[in-house]
């Protein structure tokens, strides 16, 4: 059964302390793996697609990371402003549609 | 640009009673999607559109049915709503069906 599991469910951190946010899946002819940011009362935002094991992209002091089975998001000196919930998902070569893990609250406490 | 509009931003129904959400998108994308965020779960696709005049089920679509008016607009209709509809209801849109989605801010639905 296609899954996309998120780890933890939530994390606290202090401003500064580096940590990384897992997303492991099963899915069959992996498309993409799609990271957002989604914070209260909003849209998810987008912010990175990953294609292929061992591509890895980064913005500010977010990098997002791709192996067979799962994506690590990687984060650097946080600061109380990168607090949100992030999400994955993941698209299968054999349909359009995507799917979503739970997601990850991170609070970065000043 | 305005990006994915959505309305109303929160609504509170009676058991039984109909509503349609309203979608609109400015960036010409061509594929348009709705979907439902319960807590502890993931986003669930209701139904999606991957161009103008074609509407297709997702995970999701008991009681729900929608209507591609245009290539902008993307419309969910509640024909006869359940406390189990009860949700944050999010629209998004991409330039085709594999590419990335970008999301609208959301209703929130309260059935009672």
Redesign the interface.
């Known amino acids: 059964e296609d899954q996309?599991t998120q780890s933890p469910e939530a994390l606290r951190l202090q401003e500064g302390e580096s940590s990384s946010l897992n997303c492991s899946y099963t899915v069959s002819g992996l498309?993409?793996l799609?990271w957002?940011r989604q914070d209260p009362?909003?849209?998810?935002?987008?912010l990175f697609?990953l294609y292929s094991a061992g591509e890895e992209k980064e913005k500010e002091r977010l990098k997002a990371t791709l192996t067979k089975k799962e994506s690590f998001l990687h984060i650097t000196a946080p600061k109380p402003e990168d607090s949100a919930t992030y999400?994955c998902?993941v698209?299968k070569t054999s349909n359009?549609?995507?799917?979503?893990?739970?997601?990850t609250k991170l609070i970065i406490k000043p | 640009n305005a990006g994915v509009t959505q309305t109303p931003k929160f609504q509170v129904l009676k058991t039984g009673q109909s509503m349609t959400l309203q979608c609109a998108q400015d960036m010409n994308h061509n594929s348009m999607y709705w979907y439902r965020q319960d807590p502890g779960m993931g986003l669930r696709l209701i139904y999606y559109s991957a161009s103008e005049g074609t509407t297709d089920k997702g995970e999701v679509p008991n009681g729900y049915n929608v209507s591609r008016l245009n290539k902008r607009e993307f419309s969910l209709r509640l024909e006869s709503a359940a406390p189990s509809q009860t949700s944050v209801y999010f629209c998004a849109s991409s330039v085709g069906v594999t590419a990335t989605q970008y999301f609208g801010p959301g209703t929130r639905l309260l059935v009672l």
């Open positions: 996309v498309r993409g799609f957002y009362g909003k849209g998810p935002e987008f697609t999400l998902a698209g359009y549609q995507l799917i979503w893990g739970a997601g």
